[in-house]
C-alpha cells in the first residue's frame, strides 16, 4: 500500500502560478504511476494529469493542456503538480492518487488517494 499527502495549495491571482506537491510514504514509488484530479464545489471530479512510474509518460486533457506539468522525483518519493495561467475556474480541491503499474484518467483507475489540498484563484 502506498500513503499521500499534498500539499502546496492556497490563494493566487488570476494568471499566477502554484506548484503542488504529493509526497508517497514506501520503498517502491517507482512501481505506482501516479494522477492528479480536482473537483470543485457542484461540480464532478475531473481528470487533469497524470504519469508512469518512471516518469517517461505523461498526459494531461485539453482542458489544462500548455498550462499545467505533471512530473515526479522516484528519489525523494514525490509527484508534483506545476500549474501555470490559473483562472478562476481552475479553483478546486486538488487530490493526488496513485495505482501499482498501470494509470488511467477516471477516478476508478486509481486505488490510493490523498485528503486534498484547496487552490483558490481570485480574479
Known amino acids: 500500500q502506498v500513503q499521500l499527502v499534498e500539499s502546496g495549495g492556497g490563494l493566487v491571482q488570476a494568471g499566477g502560478s502554484l506548484r503542488l506537491s504529493c509526497a508517497a510514504s514506501?520503498?517502491?514509488?517507482?512501481?505506482?504511476?501516479m494522477g492528479w484530479f480536482r473537483q470543485a464545489p457542484g461540480k464532478e471530479r475531473e481528470f487533469v494529469a497524470a504519469i508512469s512510474g518512471r516518469g517517461v509518460t505523461t498526459y494531461v486533457p485539453d482542458s489544462v493542456k500548455g498550462r499545467f506539468t505533471i512530473s515526479r522525483d522516484n528519489a525523494k518519493n514525490t509527484a508534483y503538480l506545476q500549474m501555470n495561467s490559473l483562472k478562476p475556474e481552475d479553483t478546486a480541491v486538488y487530490y493526488c492518487?496513485?495505482?501499482?503499474?498501470?494509470?488511467?484518467?477516471?477516478?476508478?483507475?486509481?486505488?490510493?488517494w490523498g485528503q486534498g489540498t484547496q487552490v483558490t484563484v481570485s480574479s
Open positions: 514506501g520503498r517502491t514509488f517507482s512501481s505506482y504511476a
Open positions: 492518487a496513485a495505482n501499482y503499474l498501470r494509470w488511467g484518467r477516471q477516478s476508478d483507475d486509481f486505488a490510493y
